[in-house]
């Protein structure tokens, strides 16, 4: 791969007009950036699950707050990659190459987009009514590739496909992004029925987008590995650094926010980042500055800050280092996972005390099983109603879906997959009230 073709102003859908950035205030990137911030899908985000329950008068992240702090760091990682690779004489004439930094944090902004409501339980949830409930009986009317999407559905490849599909009156291409930016996303580039072969449980797109994600990779020159599995394009290790890092370190800090966890133990958490040897001047500026500010709330959040700007330098290195692999397609590991040794047990630290105190925390849990019980049930109602829609109560059913959702033809596959798209695209507190409102637990709030 090389930066020359890897980074490209053409829109997906709009291949036929002039990407012209002259006299124009923003570059073709940074409309990338901006077209997520204001759409619909984007907006939703601040009504679904990160990992704690939504906030009551603890404010902690939801996924729209996740999505802009990824989006922030994926900024920085991408400006600090710009700068190591202008400093080489072989990049010096590409005229994308400072838009790096914009098409990394637009990126960040889509990675979660298509994920449905209640955290990971709401794709467990969609995944179980056709491995292990009533939908399992549709198998026999699919093909392999299409079943492997309904069994195991991914809110990666649901990403790619709100970004590029075109929806029921909405325009060609779907966001009409830039090739470069919607390459970004796509961490698992490879279909559902690939996963036995390499080994993951994650997937880049539905069989519904194969050719739309074949024809960004051709576009781009991404190399295709093995049949049907695709080397990433090289940013993307840049969008996966910014979520490890956020969602780790701010999944510390809102619990320590929710008291799970001790000041205490939550600093000690963060200050195991820096090697006592090496960074001794940071720390004892840290401490003058925990003793200047009393508030522990800032104290946690200052001692994040500098955390977080650590990562951001070493991923930027383990990078550069691992360059030319990336670019041969070559590169199996993480870039946080080739960070100094330090930040690298700091890290697997954190990540032990994620799952044992947080993930498992009884609030979490709580709203996972409510989640799963919920979006399983609407699945079902709808899915039954889509393959049989001539009776009374399918009818008065369907008619609650938008219709940008509605399939008109008689390809079950598609009619299911336009089910999925209404399904995933709730968020909790609507998917909570569609839910007892069909179940007869209420009724509509005029009554």
Known sequence: MNWNQLLSAKRFGQEDRVA????EIRSQFQRDYDRL?????????????QVFPLPGSIFVHNRLTHSLEVSSVGRSL???????????????????LDGIGNIVATACLAHDLGNPPFGHSGE????????????????????????????????????????????????KGGFALTYSSI???????????????????????FDTEKENYEKVARELGIPEIKPGIFARHPLVYLVEAADDICYQIMDIEDAHKLKILSTDETKRLLLNFYDETDDHNIVARIADTCEEVSDTNEQIAYIRAGVIGKLI????????ENESKIMAGEFSSTLIKEVSKSSKIAYKICTEVA????????????????????LGTLLQEFVEATLDPDNFYSKKLL??????????????????????????????????DLYRTIKGIKLPDTY
């Open 399 to 432: 008619s609650l879906i938008p219709k940008q959702y509605n399939h008109n033809g008689n390809d079950e596959y598609l009619k299911i997959m336009s089910i999925l798209d209404f399904v995933s695209g709730m968020t909790d507190v609507f998917a909570l």
């Open 37 to 49: 911030i204001f759409s619909s899908p984007f907006r939703r985000l601040q009504n679904k699950t």
């Open 355 to 374: 799952v044992s105190k947080i993930y498992k925390h009884r609030s979490v849990l709580e709203i996972e099983l409510a989640g799963y019980k919920i």
């Open 183 to 205: 390459a970004a996303v796509i961490k698992y580039p490879w279909a559902a029925h690939k996963i036995p072969e390499v080994g993951k449980r994650k997937y880049g797109y």
């Open 78 to 96: 991408g400006n600090l990659l710009t700068e190591k690779l202008a400093s080489s004489k072989k990049y010096e004439t590409n005229p994308y």
């Open 124 to 171: 467990e949830a969609l995944s179980h009514y056709f491995t292990h409930g009533k939908g399992k009986k549709l198998e026999n009317q699919f093909t392999k590739e299409q079943w492997a999407d309904l069994c195991n559905f991914e809110g990666n490849a649901n990403a790619f496909r709100l970004l590029t599909h075109a929806f029921n009156g909405r325009r």
């Open 20 to 23: 012209i950035d002259e006299h």
């Open 313 to 320: 330098k070493e991923c930027v290195t383990a990078f550069v």
